[in-house]
């Protein structure tokens, strides 16, 4: 009798905790945690039972919490987060709810299926660091239709699929500053290579154009670019393509990696191998994750802005164009909240808000900047 009963309790117990597992699964929200291909909503419960009325108030002008969506390029990305954190502190500032996705992989497939979940959510707007210029363009079109705002940061799509792009600094000084700073650092001559992301990452492939625009001018005669190579913003590809490129190209005397994961995954890499000193790096990096390469020498200094701040814009911009404050047209000026004022330019065939300037990251700086993002 006595272990009929012991057997039944445990029996609840098992099912009891198996029920509170699956309960907090569906509504994990933790802040710093990357999503896995999963919604992150910041108030899940409120904003599924509050769905059916919420469909009913007007959207955006003050009646109803407006939705704003984020999609990164891919999950555990640290410089994503950090753009993810500073968006939700501007929705929140705004009174909205913000929504953010992210891939497992950094492609453009897995965006446009988020893209098609959002619209059929009908959140108010969607901001999204892009995959691919061109290859979302009919999923964010069609979500333009159904009368969400669009707008990308970070890494652009075509002029015809946003409303407005939020751009971190100039795309030329970014690439030839990073050519300029390689070829200080291997003293004017030698083979160099580029450590990328995604071969399709609008962001990058703009800034390697402007790299090897600067490379023209004959002051860079003796500096061969060897390889542009692909890391995906995944760290263990980054790691093995800064290895394969060590392998292929022997005299090797610097990379340049565009993206905080490749610059990261290198400088772990020529540390390990103890190539401090033969082979030199620079690129655009997290101070965070950046300090130890930068106090060691293996990467003596590199560049990146504020990605909380990249992604505050965007929260204040997306706010903007749900309350209708701006709509994405050249000269259209508006607050963004601890930034202050900020105005809509032309560029090329589309629009865009800019944040500032790169910033330079060296051994003199490094330790006041490594806590901060
Ligand atoms: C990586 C991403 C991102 C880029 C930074 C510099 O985190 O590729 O898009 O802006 O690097």
């Given at each position: ?31 710093n945690?990357p999503?896995?291909?999963?919604e ?36 555990g ?11 939700e502190?501007?929705?929140n ?17 897995a ?6 979940e959002?619209?059929a959510?009908?959140?108010d707007?969607?901001?999204?660091s ?9 999923a964010?079109?069609k ?8 707008l990308?940061l970070d890494?652009?799509v ?26 200080e ?20 492939n ?11 001018d004959?002051?860079?005669k003796?500096?061969k ?19 394969g490129l ?14 905080t ?12 191998k ?10 655009l ?6 300090a ?27 706010d ?29 065939d ?6 500032g ?17």
């Amino acid at each position: 009798m006595k272990r009929t009963l012991a057997a039944i309790l445990s029996l609840l117990l098992i099912v009891s905790l198996l029920a509170g597992c699956g309960g907090n699964k569906s509504n994990e929200t933790a802040k710093n945690e990357p999503a896995t291909n999963e919604e992150t909503t910041k108030s899940d419960e409120t904003a599924k039972t509050d769905e059916t009325a919420k469909d009913q108030e007007q959207k955006g002008t003050g009646a109803g919490k407006a939705r704003i969506a984020l999609i990164v390029k891919s999950t555990g990305n640290p410089f994503m987060e950090k753009m993810a954190d500073g968006f939700e502190e501007a929705v929140n500032e705004s009174g909205g709810e913000t929504i953010v996705k992210a891939p497992d992989q950094p492609t453009a497939e897995a965006q446009i299926q988020m893209i098609e979940e959002l619209i059929a959510q009908k959140v108010d707007a969607i901001a999204i660091s892009a995959n691919d210029p061109d290859a979302l363009q009919p999923a964010l079109q069609k979500a333009m239709n159904a009368g969400i705002k669009v707008l990308s940061l970070d890494s652009a799509v075509n002029a015809q699929s946003r409303m407005v792009h939020i751009q971190q600094a100039d795309p030329e000084r970014i690439g030839r500053v990073q050519i300029q700073a390689i070829y200080e650092m291997i003293g004017g001559e030698g083979e160099i290579a580029i450590l990328s992301a995604t071969s399709q990452a609008t962001n990058q492939n703009t800034w390697i154009e402007w790299m090897k625009k600067e490379l023209e001018d004959p002051k860079y005669k003796n500096i061969k670019l060897v390889k542009v190579a692909y890391g995906d913003d995944l760290r263990d590809k980054s790691v093995s393509e800064t290895e394969g490129l060590l392998k292929s190209f022997p005299n090797l005397k610097g990379i340049i990696a565009p993206t905080t994961v490749g610059i990261a995954a290198a400088g772990k890499v020529l540390t390990d191998k103890g190539l401090k000193g033969k082979v030199m790096l620079t690129g655009l990096g997290l101070p965070s994750e950046m300090a130890e390469y930068i106090e060691s020498g293996v990467c003596p200094w590199m560049y990146l802005w504020n990605p909380i701040d990249l992604g505050y814009l965007a929260g204040c911009a997306a706010d903007a164009l749900v309350k209708g404050t701006i709509s994405g047209k050249a000269g259209e000026k508006f607050t963004a909240g601890r930034l202050g004022e900020k105005e809509v330019v032309q560029v090329g065939d589309g629009t865009e808000i800019m944040l500032g300037d790169p910033f330079k990251f060296d051994a003199s700086n490094i330790a006041e900047w490594k806590n901060v993002y």
